[in-house]
Structures are given as C-alpha cells and as structure tokens.
C-alpha cells in the first residue's frame, strides 16, 4: 500500500513539473486582427465640399452597381456625374459605400450609416478603399499610421481605437469618424466575442498605405 501511495505521488509530482515546463496555451490576445481589402478606386480628384461615407446595404452587388450609376472625372472641367461608389459582398451582405455629401441616399438602398465629415487632404492622387477587419477577443493591429482617413462601421462586436489623444471605443451597429492624415493609431477588438468591422479609407494614393508607428 506504501509503494501503491509513492507511485501515485512521485506521478503527481511529475506531472507538474511537466506543466511548469510546457508553454503556456495561446491566448485569443495573441491571435491576430485580419485586415482584408474587399474593394477599392483610385481618383485624381475628389468631389467637392464637406464629404462623408454613406453605408447602405442592398439586395445584390449587381443591383448596388446599378444604383450607385457610373463615377466619371473629367479632367477638363473637373465635373462629375454621380459620386464615387463602392461595392462589395462582406459578412453575408452586400454593401455600397458612397463617397458624398451629407444626407444623401441611393434609390434602392437601406442606410446603415453616414460617416464624416471626412477629414479633407489634398494629394495628387487618391486611393479609396474598404477593408474587412475581424478578430477574437484581444486582437490588435500593429500600430500605424495612414497618408488619410480611416473611418470604422462596426458589424459585431466591440472595436476599440488607441491614438496619442486617448482610447476609444465602438459597439456593433454605430460608427467611428477618421483623424487626420499621419495620426499614429492601434486598432484592437475590445469586447469579449469576435469582432468584425468595416473600414474606409480615404488615402493619399502616391505613397504607401500605411507606415509602421509607435507611441511615445
């Protein structure tokens, strides 16, 4: 019965030791914010005047196209017919993403949003894009910062936001607007469940679309 008593003491024994030398498991923290484009334009000029960012969803992505009408810049006179549109097929629904003025509407589509006014920057050329940014729990972006805006749409869960100003924070179904260009920034999933967010960017299109940052 002693040797019986030993045998089960000494595997004990070494049972944790061997859990003091195992790594310990992969936290949701550890895991990383996937960032992925899922449409994007690139224009000489922008519309004139205040701008903000209309979300709408749609039935189809065909049927978005058609609504939203054709963006044409014309370098001559720098007129447009309609303003510049975005479509795309993300998280189980088809979005539109128009660039534009305050309370417009698309005939055939339902508002989520309307984000702005986008903060104005001038460039010799400007790249529009919209990301799909998802996570668990405690994933983050490297920090970093944009030659632009970038303004968030949140789908589900909580986003939070950290720049030299402070953190904030986003819950599911509202919007953040962006900073001006060059503000250092971490993107990182606030909640307790996953998160997945839009994001729109307008972006200075001759330099890099981001640049690695850290704060002070």
Same mark, same amino acid.
């Given at each position: 019965?002693?040797?019986?008593?030993?045998?089960?003491?000494?595997?004990?024994?070494?049972?944790?030791?061997?859990?003091?030398?195992?790594?310990?498991?992969?936290?949701?923290?550890?895991?990383?914010?996937?960032?992925?484009?899922?449409?994007?334009?690139?224009?000489?000029?922008?519309?004139?005047?205040?701008?903000?960012?209309?979300?709408?969803?749609?039935?189809?992505?065909?049927?978005?196209?058609?609504?939203?009408?054709?963006?044409?810049?014309?370098?001559?006179?720098?007129?447009?017919?309609?303003?510049?549109?975005?479509?795309?097929?993300?998280?189980?629904?088809?979005?539109?993403f128009t660039l534009g003025p305050q309370g417009g509407a698309t005939p055939g589509g339902i508002k989520v949003a309307e984000i702005g006014p986008v903060p104005p920057l001038s460039a010799p050329e400007y790249l529009l894009r919209v990301n799909y940014g998802s996570g668990p729990p405690g994933?983050?972006?490297?920090? &970093? @910062?944009?030659? #632009?805006?970038? =303004?968030?749409?949140?789908?589900?869960?909580?986003?939070?936001?950290? !720049?030299?100003?402070?953190?904030?924070?986003?819950?599911?179904? &509202? @919007?953040?607007? #962006?900073?001006? =260009?060059?503000?250092?920034?971490?993107?990182?999933?606030?909640?307790? !469940?996953?998160?997945?967010?839009?994001?729109?960017?307008?972006?200075?299109?001759?330099?890099?679309?981001?640049?690695?940052?850290?704060?002070?």
């Open positions: 019965m002693n040797r019986l008593l030993s045998t089960v003491r000494l595997a004990a024994g070494v049972i944790c030791v061997v859990g003091l030398l195992l790594p310990p498991p992969t936290r949701a923290a550890d895991e990383k914010y996937v960032v992925e484009p899922v449409a994007e334009i690139k224009v000489k000029q922008l519309p004139k005047g205040p701008l903000y960012w209309r979300v709408e969803n749609f039935p189809t992505v065909d049927q978005a196209k058609v609504a939203a009408g054709e963006y044409h810049w014309n370098p001559d006179t720098v007129t447009y017919d309609g303003w510049p549109s975005l479509a795309a097929d993300v998280a189980g629904k088809v979005w539109l994933a983050k972006t490297p920090v &970093h @910062s944009h030659f #632009g805006s970038e =303004a968030f749409y949140v789908i589900s869960g909580k986003l939070g936001q950290r !720049t030299p100003s402070g953190i904030s924070y986003v819950e599911a179904g &509202h @919007s953040m607007n #962006g900073h001006t =260009a060059g503000m250092t920034m971490e993107v990182f999933n606030a909640g307790t !469940t996953d998160l997945s967010a839009l994001i729109m960017f307008v972006v200075d299109g001759t330099k890099p679309f981001s640049t690695p940052g850290k704060f002070d």
